[in-house]
């Protein structure tokens, strides 16, 4: 029996612990078939991005057709498209490809390295935005589009409004970088949640937002709506994140196996 099939659009981490990586480890976790189509290598490891490589826009639309046009998708997630001629391309892509579309609007690296040129980020609001089923921002990627500075848990609620008027159907607010719990606020401008998980002390935490996005991809590629799909992924990361391991001599990976371990 064919397992759902999902598509990650995105950039590869040699480290393992975010990017391309992370994404196929948790839709194999999750049973779903993962997909890839790369969109650029980094050269990476625990301290942090050491060179970016972008591939080839010809490229980059020759591997999305391949898995589009013959085996299919149920679901698509996007994560580093790098600069305005990748996110536009992925964009016309998907914008007739009917499945859901989960769009994590990648900015920076962990450690804070630019992975989106800034004037890419212009395209994604405009274009890619609107194709999304779930924008998953973090704080920082919220200040990046809109351009409001979310520091309390009552600001993440105009954070998601400015960033549900770009375009996407449901925006998940990443609340992870705020002190206290960890709290992510859903929305689609008339319901809205918030899904609250303890914060645990915990430094390895590399290819957290990778794989809440891959998550939510894979639920809803199984047949979810938005807001069961984004509860069974914050449940999955939030045990990722108590198992995140020491890797290197800088900051380890979530562990993406903590379910066999």
Same mark, same amino acid.
């Given at each position: 029996?064919?397992?759902?099939r999902? @598509?990650?659009? !995105?950039? #590869?981490? #040699?480290?393992?612990?975010?990017?391309?990586?992370?994404? @196929?480890k948790?839709?194999?976790?999750?049973?779903?078939?993962?997909?890839? !189509?790369?969109?650029?290598?980094?050269?990476?490891?625990? &301290?942090?991005?050491?060179?970016?490589?972008? &591939?080839?826009?010809?490229?980059?639309?020759?591997?999305?057709? *391949?898995v589009?046009?013959?085996?299919?998708?149920d679901?698509?997630?996007?994560g580093?498209?790098?600069s305005s001629?990748?996110?536009?391309?992925?964009?016309?892509?998907?914008?007739?490809?009917?499945?859901?579309?989960?769009?994590?609007?990648?900015?920076?690296?962990?450690?804070?390295d630019? @992975?989106?040129a800034?004037?890419?980020?212009?395209t994604? /609001? %405009?274009l890619?935005?609107?194709?999304? %089923?779930?924008?998953?921002?973090?704080? +920082?990627?919220?200040? &990046?589009l %809109?351009?409001?500075?979310v520091?309390t848990?009552?600001?993440?609620?105009d954070?998601?409004?400015a960033? &549900?008027?770009?375009?996407?159907?449901?925006?998940?607010?990443?609340?992870?970088?705020?002190?206290?719990?960890?709290?992510?606020?859903?929305?689609?401008?008339r319901?809205?949640?918030?899904f /609250?998980?303890?914060?645990?002390?915990?430094?390895h935490?590399?290819?957290?937002?990778?794989?809440? *996005?891959? !998550?939510? !991809?894979a =639920?809803?590629?199984?047949?979810m709506?938005?807001? +069961? *799909?984004?509860?069974?992924?914050?449940?999955y990361?939030t045990?990722?994140?108590?198992a995140g =391991?020491?890797?290197?001599?800088?900051?380890?990976?979530? +562990?993406?196996?903590? /379910?066999w371990?």
């Amino acid at each position: 029996m064919t397992p759902p099939r999902v @598509l990650t659009i !995105a950039g #590869s981490d #040699s480290g393992g612990g975010a990017g391309i990586q992370a994404d @196929l480890k948790t839709m194999l976790v999750l049973g779903v078939h993962g997909m890839s !189509a790369l969109t650029a290598v980094t050269a990476q490891n625990s &301290l942090g991005v050491q060179g970016v490589w972008e &591939l080839p826009a010809d490229a980059v639309r020759a591997q999305i057709r *391949a898995v589009v046009d013959d085996i299919g998708v149920d679901a698509v997630k996007t994560g580093m498209l790098s600069s305005s001629r990748i996110v536009s391309l992925v964009a016309a892509e998907l914008a007739g490809v009917g499945v859901p579309v989960v769009v994590d609007p990648v900015g920076v690296s962990k450690h804070g390295d630019p @992975l989106l040129a800034s004037e890419a980020v212009e395209t994604v /609001r %405009t274009l890619l935005l609107p194709v999304a %089923t779930v924008a998953t921002p973090n704080l +920082d990627e919220v200040k &990046l589009l %809109t351009g409001i500075d979310v520091r309390t848990e009552d600001g993440m609620h105009d954070g998601a409004r400015a960033v &549900l008027a770009l375009g996407p159907r449901w925006v998940l607010v990443k609340g992870g970088h705020l002190r206290g719990d960890a709290v992510d606020l859903l929305t689609d401008g008339r319901e809205t949640l918030l899904f /609250r998980a303890s914060r645990y002390d915990n430094r390895h935490t590399h290819g957290t937002g990778c794989t809440l *996005a891959s !998550a939510v !991809a894979a =639920f809803l590629a199984g047949g979810m709506e938005v807001p +069961d *799909a984004v509860r069974a992924a914050k449940e999955y990361v939030t045990g990722a994140v108590i198992a995140g =391991f020491p890797l290197g001599s800088g900051i380890g990976p979530v +562990d993406h196996g903590w /379910r066999w371990r």
